[in-house]
């Protein structure tokens, strides 16, 4: 198939975010002494802040205000943005497709910091539209903003190629209906050969 539209997830696609998150998390766990391992942090790749706190609260028996805490996170976040770099294998794709057919950003992040972190790679203006979590009810693994990311650009779902760095987010491309890229393996095949 030849897309009419491209989407891309953010953190762990377009941009190297994942560790910075990480520690971010680490601090605010600590403060809240929340068990939250690394191996799961990155199995819950995609779903917004706010989600995992009210997860690891019901699993750990805690009475916590999610929405507040999962401010503290991006507050302990902001600060790491500076050293984000982009995952040029993916940046090229989308330079490449720019002006050709419309691409969009999917996120489970926030619009705030989301839009930051494409400001700071300097790629924002090649989206035509940057949906996040806070513009959809249901988050992935369900294909509610992959589905709105394909609404704003005005191309229909099943002509659409999308990229993801994790399970839960390729699961949300495929229950929309669109052809699903895993980026963590066309970057593993790019280190192989070398390009």
Same mark, same amino acid.
């Given at each position: 198939?030849?897309?009419?539209?491209?989407?891309?997830?953010?953190?762990?696609?377009?941009?190297?975010? &994942?560790?910075?998150?990480?520690?971010?998390?680490? &601090? !605010?766990?600590?403060?809240?002494?929340?068990?939250?391992?690394?191996?799961?942090?990155?199995?819950?790749g995609?779903?917004?802040? $706010?989600?995992?706190?009210?997860?690891?609260?019901?699993?750990?028996?805690?009475?916590?205000?999610?929405?507040?805490?999962?401010?503290?996170k991006?507050e302990?976040?902001?600060?790491? &943005?500076?050293?984000v770099?982009?995952?040029?294998g993916?940046?090229?794709?989308?330079?490449?497709?720019?002006?050709? !057919?419309?691409?969009?950003?999917?996120?489970?992040?926030?619009?705030?910091?989301?839009?930051?972190?494409?400001?700071?790679?300097?790629i924002?203006?090649?989206?035509?539209?940057?949906?996040?979590?806070?513009?959809?009810? $249901?988050?992935?693994?369900?294909?509610?903003?992959?589905?709105?990311?394909?609404?704003?650009?005005?191309?229909?779902?099943?002509?659409?190629?999308?990229?993801?760095?994790?399970?839960?987010?390729?699961?949300?491309?495929?229950?929309?209906? &669109?052809?699903?890229v895993?980026?963590?393996?066309?970057?593993?095949?790019?280190?192989?050969?070398?390009?």
């Amino acid at each position: 198939m030849t897309p009419k539209g491209l989407i891309f997830d953010c953190d762990g696609t377009l941009a190297d975010t &994942m560790p910075l998150h990480w520690r971010a998390w680490q &601090m !605010i766990t600590q403060r809240h002494s929340l068990h939250f391992p690394e191996d799961r942090f990155y199995s819950l790749g995609g779903v917004p802040s $706010r989600d995992i706190l009210k997860i690891l609260a019901e699993e750990q028996g805690r009475s916590l205000d999610h929405i507040a805490i999962a401010h503290e996170k991006e507050e302990a976040y902001l600060p790491l &943005m500076a050293q984000v770099e982009p995952i040029h294998g993916v940046v090229e794709i989308a330079k490449a497709h720019h002006g050709k !057919i419309p691409l969009a950003v999917a996120s489970g992040g926030t619009q705030k910091v989301i839009c930051q972190v494409l400001e700071h790679l300097k790629i924002r203006h090649l989206f035509d539209a940057v949906v996040t979590s806070e513009m959809v009810k $249901r988050q992935k693994p369900a294909p509610d903003i992959f589905l709105e990311a394909a609404r704003r650009i005005g191309v229909e779902p099943r002509y659409c190629r999308a990229y993801e760095d994790t399970d839960l987010g390729l699961q949300a491309i495929r229950a929309a209906g &669109m052809e699903a890229v895993d980026v963590r393996k066309e970057l593993a095949k790019r280190q192989v050969s070398g390009t």
